[in-house]
């Protein structure tokens, strides 16, 4: 584990993620355990990792990237991204990551914002990215990870490439306050922001993954996040790295007899996963699972929406773990508040600070809360892992700052024992009848009744209320809506909530839409309920 003193003036992830493993005697260990789509295994060791990501330093450099200029990955799960984030790294490149299946806009929006000069991608993308690439000056070099040859017009093979690099790189001094990472966030209204972190998150995320992920140098770790996620590089690549932890990284997607077979076989100890994915295992029938045994598996972790209470009960009763869930943003770059082993877990809370961070409940007047009071979930500036802007729009950064404090954009209260309790977005907060509704509130409550398997609330405009609760569900398979349904979904919440929590109306969907993180899109739900424009759905869930 890292710190500032420790570090002395070499900061850089791509350096301590694996060089530093392997001057520290890890270099035949095992570092990624990758499994293709089709369940083929390839072990690479800390070693592997050290000379393939010097060889990508030495291709960017190579192609005369300049510290501080701006590189993209735009890839399904391959391992290439992972050698081209770390190399990029070495080589003080900004690596930003993107999703695989963004659309033509979502990438010109993130491209042209940060003006990009280079990307690696697969053929299969480049028609989307030649589509608008007459639209981006800056952008002068496309990698591509499955040609054999360069196709002209800064369009080149990695393949190619990296066998006429060589394996050597010595990375640079490189200072804490270097910029690293980008990741683009979409908020209620607007463009996508780009956030930008420093070498020194990596502080931050290595002390995470000790302390609360709590990884042991013998772990095998999965985190299924992502990499175009805060969470898929953050703790799918630099928190287990930079302490020598060997990683589980699966290029398939969500198949729950894969995922439990893998559990199993592989012998996973700690799990890092999403409340959309835990959800969807959650409508999986009871026997699948009496087929595995995960008895090597110590923890389960969740992060990216608050995770439903029911969700940590089917968890306890079927595979008889607990879900530590976990709280933090792409602009906190690492975990703030979460419930882990140790600490008493109360179902739907976000859980306690970890030590050295300082969170608060805040009115809109800056001034504390008292506990049980919702507000403002705001977190003492200064952490390691805090963003160092937005790219291009330092207005809307110093927006988030006041008086020393982090404006998270989420509600939440704290409890009598410092458990603090996620509400919603501020822009998600129903008030009916002068009442202030936590929609997460209602979310969870729904998710109790055995018919229902998603759900999503909303507040939407009325005359009388100011604003009614609108409740979107989706069915378990099998399940038709009735109007005795709709009556039981009435009387539960007015029951388990309260009787303002009552759904006005209940909307059925096939699914609920989320973003790629996990989190339901309720201003998408708005939008539909409403009939307006859908916004930035770049991240959305396909």
Request: net charge negative; with cysteine; charged share 20%.
């Amino acid at each position: 584990m890292h710190t500032y003193e420790s570090l002395g003036n070499q900061f850089n992830i791509g350096h301590l993620c694996s060089t530093a493993q392997c001057d520290a005697g890890l270099g035949d260990k095992i570092a990624m355990r990758w499994i293709s789509a089709h369940l083929e295994r390839t072990d690479y060791t800390f070693r592997d990792l050290d000379l393939l990501s010097n060889r990508f330093a030495n291709v960017l450099t190579g192609l005369g990237f300049q510290p501080g200029e701006i590189f993209f990955t735009f890839l399904p799960k391959s391992t290439e991204q992972f050698f081209a984030f770390l190399g990029s790294l070495k080589a003080r490149v900004v690596c930003g990551t993107l999703f695989a299946n963004f659309g033509d806009e979502a990438l010109l929006d993130r491209l042209g914002d940060s003006r990009a000069r280079g990307i690696i991608t697969k053929k299969h993308f480049l028609k989307k990215i030649e589509r608008i690439r007459a639209r981006l000056p800056g952008l002068e070099y496309i990698i591509l990870i499955d040609s054999d040859e360069h196709l002209g017009d800064g369009v080149l093979s990695y393949q190619r490439l990296m066998a006429e690099a060589s394996d050597s790189f010595v990375v640079a001094p490189t200072g804490p306050e270097t910029p690293s990472v980008l990741h683009y966030t979409s908020g209620s209204t607007g463009k996508p922001k780009g956030v930008l972190h420093h070498h020194r998150s990596i502080i931050s995320q290595s002390r995470t993954t000790a302390e609360v992920l709590d990884l042991k140098s013998d772990d095998l770790f999965w985190c299924t996040a992502d990499q175009g996620w805060v969470t898929g590089t953050s703790y799918g690549i630099i928190g287990p790295w930079a302490l020598g932890v060997t990683q589980l990284h699966y290029a398939g997607g969500y198949a729950a007899d894969v995922w439990f077979s893998l559990l199993e076989k592989e012998g996973v100890t700690v799990w890092y996963s999403a409340p959309t994915a835990l959800r969807m295992l959650m409508r999986e029938p009871d026997d699948l699972y009496r087929k595995f045994d995960p008895s090597r598996l110590r923890h389960i972790y969740s992060v990216g929406e608050p995770l439903n209470p029911e969700v940590i009960h089917w968890s306890r009763r079927l595979l008889g773990r607990e879900i530590y869930d976990t709280w933090f943003q792409t602009e906190t770059g690492a975990i703030m508040i979460c419930n882990r082993p140790g600490v008493e877990l109360r179902p739907g809370s976000m859980g306690t600070p970890i030590p050295g961070i300082q969170p608060a409940i805040l009115g809109d007047d800056g001034v504390p809360l008292p506990d049980g009071v919702q507000g403002n979930l705001c977190v003492k500036a200064g952490w390691p892992s805090m963003f160092a802007t937005y790219l291009n729009n330092e207005s809307a950064y110093e927006s988030k700052f006041r008086d020393g404090w982090y404006y998270t954009g989420d509600t939440a209260r704290r409890d009598g024992d410092g458990h603090y309790w996620f509400m919603g977005r501020s822009d998600d907060v129903i008030n009916t009848a002068g009442h202030l509704l936590s929609p997460f509130e209602v979310e969870s409550a729904l998710l109790e009744i055995p018919e229902i398997a998603e759900s999503g609330v909303i507040g939407a405009p009325d005359e009388l209320l100011f604003e009614k609760v609108v409740a979107f569900i989706a069915l378990h398979e099998g399940v038709l809506y009735s109007t005795s349904l709709e009556l039981k979904i009435r009387l539960y919440i007015s029951n388990k909530v309260s009787s303002i929590a009552t759904p006005q109306e209940v909307r059925v969907l096939e699914r609920i839409p989320k973003n790629k993180s996990g989190k339901i899109m309720r201003r998408v739900l708005k939008a539909m309920y409403l009939g307006t424009d859908l916004g930035d759905i770049s991240t959305l869930e396909e």
